[in-house]
């Protein structure tokens, strides 16, 4: 069981738990059926007739990989779905024989003890804007032809822009015409696209309640599984065009590749052909590195008998001698002669209309809330949901854009993108980034739990040479740095991620990410539980699963095995404390020592039971490498 109580993760018992888990799976944004990973296939576009039964894995898989996670201590799940996946056929039409699937695989998850929070995964708005999470129809919904959104430039689409797809530019998708449209219509459309109905229905109230009631559906489905305690609301929302202070020119920090204005990608959706500049990213920001004509052929990116939504609404128009004008370069900053802030006025009624949505099907349920990423979470009040968690998002910038790793240079993603140098000052940053999450659920989520719901690092680096070398210390190292902030926070988390089906030539299968703790191809002997495994030396950590009390500061060396953990005793719990010591790490015994009290050590199920005195208020345990030792002492 786990309870909230203020900022802590508690067990029934009244210990403070830490939740250490992994992101199942990368491949379970694309279909199984048609193979979502054929990035060329001819039946891309028939949307309606696919198939996600069999992500994450088949069936008859799950006692492989879920006898792997409890090994390797990752007991707690972000387990991804997609909108797509139960609703693909067509608005109101669920996939039943996917809901059933979902079930069973939960089902054998509880059998490993192995507690879940269900992720409505989204990125990018839909597989058709470049990303993956909501079904097509919703697209043409608004009006938009699928088959036109890559040549117009109001999406990439790795399908259509075929291999090699450019190193992380799926993000730039964010403020192109089709994603920025579709998430303004999602949380703004009754302010800013009012004219826009839908079946006769305005375009938000369209789109935001086939979405509760498709993941309300899901729940309904799995609510009474002991092992599902709650549900993310909607994976890294984005503001589309809301807030944008001017539409003729750029924001954000996700510039890569072609990168038009708003106003310019409208105007390619029209087919009005446009210079683009392309933006490439560099270790010292983002530059211009030349321009190109887009969408040359004049098409369309509207269905036939469409215009351009913005055009409807007064944003641009023609003018007499045929010339686009922009005539509201300010048409979304600002609602009613007031400026718009989107996570109070768009994001947390949404939040809140989802979260008491599934409370009415699964009361107990944790929600698990984010924010944009980079920018301001919402502010929280007693009106508001409770009960929720904060999982926010957190990488490791350099290593997750650029694929390369330099143990000396990180960079400070509050800052913008500020150079950190040197190894203890990227400790030190990396762990005050971390930190910084905390205080904002301090000031504005009602001091909510954290637990960073992504984190992770790109396995393929530099070009993929540990594939063919076979040296995977860079991956380590990396990997390390990220876990070190964790610990040195004494953090809940989810990795991303693991990813059953992955490959060296295609990763996680979807936009070239290949940031999986599993491969089949480094997989060498399918009856070791490690093999196949990535940067284990790295990922496989002591931590403390239950403590009685307050967790106060644990690191750990993979060099050396060694591992501390303080805290501070509570005097009203009365069950002793546990830590996940995993053998991987102690292979010829290992030696414990407490500050006071007694232990009880089994490496065979990978555990450390410990009993404190109640004479002083704080103690430690210290674990090393050994030799075969006692399994039990004081």
């Not at 920001?285 to 004509?293: A, D």
Request: net charge negative.
């Amino acid at each position: 069981m786990i309870l909230v109580d203020g900022p802590f993760f508690k067990d029934e018992y009244g210990r403070t738990l830490i939740l250490r888990g992994v992101n199942l799976a990368g491949s379970s944004k694309v279909p199984a059926s048609p193979d979502g990973a054929t990035h060329r296939s001819e039946q891309f576009f028939d949307h309606r007739h696919v198939s996600f039964v069999g992500r994450p894995f088949p069936l008859e898989q799950a006692d492989e990989h879920f006898r792997r996670l409890r090994a390797w201590g990752l007991t707690f799940l972000r387990f991804l779905v997609t909108w797509e996946a139960i609703e693909h056929a067509g608005p109101g039409q669920y996939d039943e024989s996917y809901l059933d699937y979902i079930r069973a695989v939960l089902q054998k998850a509880a059998e490993y003890d192995i507690q879940v929070f269900i992720d409505p995964h989204q990125d990018v708005w839909s597989r058709f804007s470049g990303g993956d999470g909501a079904p097509g129809w919703t697209l043409e919904a608004a009006g938009f032809d699928l088959r036109h959104l890559h040549e117009t430039g109001a999406a990439i689409v790795h399908s259509q822009h075929g291999d090699p797809f450019p190193q992380m530019v799926w993000p730039s998708n964010s403020s192109k015409l089709a994603s920025a449209t579709m998430f303004t219509l999602f949380f703004g459309g009754n302010h800013f696209a009012p004219s826009l109905k839908i079946e006769g229905e305005p375009a938000q109230e369209y789109l935001q309640r086939h979405y509760i009631q498709a993941i309300t559906r899901l729940a309904e489905r799995v609510c009474d599984l002991p092992n599902v305690v709650g549900y993310d609301m909607f994976n890294e929302p984005l503001h589309g065009y809301i807030g944008w202070k001017r539409l003729d020119r750029r924001e954000g920090v996700l510039q890569t590749g072609e990168t038009p204005t708003p106003f310019q990608s409208m105007l390619l959706g029209a087919g009005y052909p446009q210079w683009v500049d392309i933006m490439d990213r560099r270790v010292f920001g983002i530059h211009r590195v030349g321009r190109r004509l887009v969408n040359p052929r004049r098409l369309s990116a509207w269905r036939e008998g469409y215009t351009c939504i913005w055009r409807q609404h007064g944003v641009w128009d023609v003018d007499g001698r045929g010339k686009p004008v922009l005539l509201q370069p300010e048409y979304f900053a600002r609602y009613n002669g007031q400026q718009v802030d989107f996570a109070n006025d768009y994001l947390k009624p949404f939040i809140n209309r989802y979260a008491n949505a599934i409370r009415r099907v699964h009361p107990a349920a944790l929600i698990f809330v984010e924010g944009e990423a980079f920018h301001s979470v919402p502010c929280w009040g007693p009106e508001d949901v409770q009960n929720i968690v904060y999982a926010p998002h957190w990488y490791d910038a350099f290593v997750l854009f650029f694929k390369s790793f330099v143990p000396w240079l990180g960079v400070d993603v509050r800052s913008g993108g500020r150079l950190v140098f040197g190894r203890k000052a990227i400790r030190k940053s990396f762990a005050e980034q971390i930190a910084s999450f905390r205080e904002q659920a301090r000031q504005c989520l009602g001091n909510a739990p954290v637990l960073i719901g992504e984190f992770g690092i790109a396995f393929d680096l530099n070009r993929k040479w540990a594939y063919r070398s076979g040296d995977y210390s860079q991956q380590i190292e990396a990997l390390d740095r990220s876990l070190r902030a964790m610990d040195d926070n004494c953090m809940s988390f989810t990795i991303w991620n693991y990813t059953p089906d992955n490959t060296n030539e295609r990763g996680d299968l979807w936009n070239d990410e290949d940031l999986s703790i599993f491969s089949r191809d480094q997989q060498t002997d399918p009856a070791d539980i490690h093999s196949g495994g990535r940067a284990l030396p790295a990922l496989l950590r002591p931590y403390p699963r239950a403590t009685a009390g307050q967790p106060l500061e644990m690191e750990f060396d993979y060099r050396t095995g060694e591992f501390r953990y303080r805290f501070r005793h509570d005097p009203a719990v009365t069950t002793p404390t546990e830590l996940f010591v995993p053998s991987y790490q102690y292979p010829q015994g290992c030696r414990v020592e407490v500050s006071d009290g007694e232990f009880e050590l089994d490496l065979s199920v990978q555990r450390l039971i410990y009993r404190h005195t109640p004479q002083q208020a704080e103690h430690e345990i210290i674990l090393r490498r050994g030799d075969k030792a006692a399994a039990a002492g004081r």
